[in-house]
């Protein structure tokens, strides 16, 4: 690994924020690693300090011995608590897409290959909190949890490992940027509009179909379900929701256009495909998928699903 440069010494962001993003994993070391007394530890050495000017000023030995073992403990506990980071490795893990308003995942694992214990690290994500302990010669993953409000790709913030063990005399830390990121869906609108009306496959392509005028029979509802073949009688009597069946009908394929979707801005509209999406791969339909620029043939399956999504979060 290359030297520092003067200029990337001397950066006060790095204290905060680290080097520069990594697709790797990251070995703590010294240059990684930031070390500063904590609250306690500034009162500890102002006790020291009075002792001392309590020793001097009555001449008492026993004073100048409690200072000086005081003192030696704070020193030790500086390497003690840079030891409880120094040869950590951090790596990068896996981020699950999510929808706009949930909590995004951001995974990392981390490994001690040390046959030294680590006893109450924290790993930090803005507000977020996680505290592990190692063992010797282990390893564990966790996960970073950070609200996402807008679609689209969303980069990781720093991550920061720090400890304060063992008395909490000092707190050290260690910045690290991964190139993470989470793929952000639309929110899925909270308003159920019906699909839009639109031909099946068959009829786009010209086959005239057969036996629709032969009633069958009843099933529940299901969202996609053609608003004509609801039973309404029997709706209204409070029995439930019912479409009427029709021999010789064929499974609906149905097109989500973004053309059609109601809403006063692109947003809204985005809302609204991302909620016709959930609820045509819920019902099992096979759906076509057109934005303005893209159109997606019809299927269905978790992989066309996420191929749709994935175009109404990069749209």
């Known amino acids: 690994m290359s030297a520092l440069t003067l200029k990337e010494r001397f950066n006060p962001s790095r204290f905060f924020v680290g080097e520069k993003a990594t697709d790797g994993p990251v070995s703590l070391n010294q240059r990684r690693i930031f070390i500063m007394p904590t ?3 500034l009162g500890f050495v102002t006790l020291i300090a009075l002792l001392l000017l309590i020793a001097f000023v009555y001449n008492n030995n026993l004073a100048y011995m ?21 040869g950590l490795i951090v790596s990068p893990g896996q981020c ?14 981390v490994d001690n290959p040390t046959s030294n214990e680590r006893l109450q690290v924290k790993a930090s994500l803005l507000q977020t909190t996680e505290i592990i ?18 679609r689209g790709w969303h980069q990781a913030d720093t991550i920061t490992l720090s400890s304060t063990y063992p008395i909490g005399l000092f707190r050290a830390w260690s910045p690290i940027r ?28 010209g086959v005239a179909q057969q036996g629709h005028d032969d009633f069958f029979g009843l099933q529940t509802y299901q969202p996609g379900d053609a608003i004509k073949h609801i039973h309404w009688k029997a709706y209204a009597k409070g029995i439930g929701l019912f479409s009427k069946q029709y021999d010789g009908e064929s499974s609906a394929q149905i097109w989500l256009d973004y053309i ?24 099992g339909l096979s759906y076509g998928f057109a934005l303005p620029g893209l159109r997606l043939e019809p299927g269905n399956g978790k ?13």
């Open 66 to 86: 409690l200072a000086f073992l005081l003192a030696s403990i704070f020193f030790i506990t500086i390497l003690h608590t840079y030891r409880s980071l120094s």
């Open 303 to 315: 992989g066309h699903f996420q191929k749709c999504l994935e175009a109404l979060a990069l749209f």
């Open 39 to 41: 609250q306690r530890g």
């Open 96 to 109: 699950r897409p999510v929808f706009a308003g949930q909590a995004a995942g951001f995974a990392i694992q």
């Open 260 to 283: 059609q979707a109601p809403g006063n801005n692109v947003e809204e509209r985005l809302s609204q495909c991302c909620r016709w999406l959930i609820d045509a791969e819920q019902a």
């Open 178 to 205: 991964f190139n993470l990121k989470v793929l952000v869906y639309p929110k899925p609108s909270s308003v159920e509009i019906p699909f839009p009306e639109t031909a099946n496959a068959q009829d786009e392509q």
């Open 133 to 150: 302990t190692l063992s010797a010669h282990s390893q564990t993953q966790i996960t970073l949890f950070n609200s996402v409000h807008k």
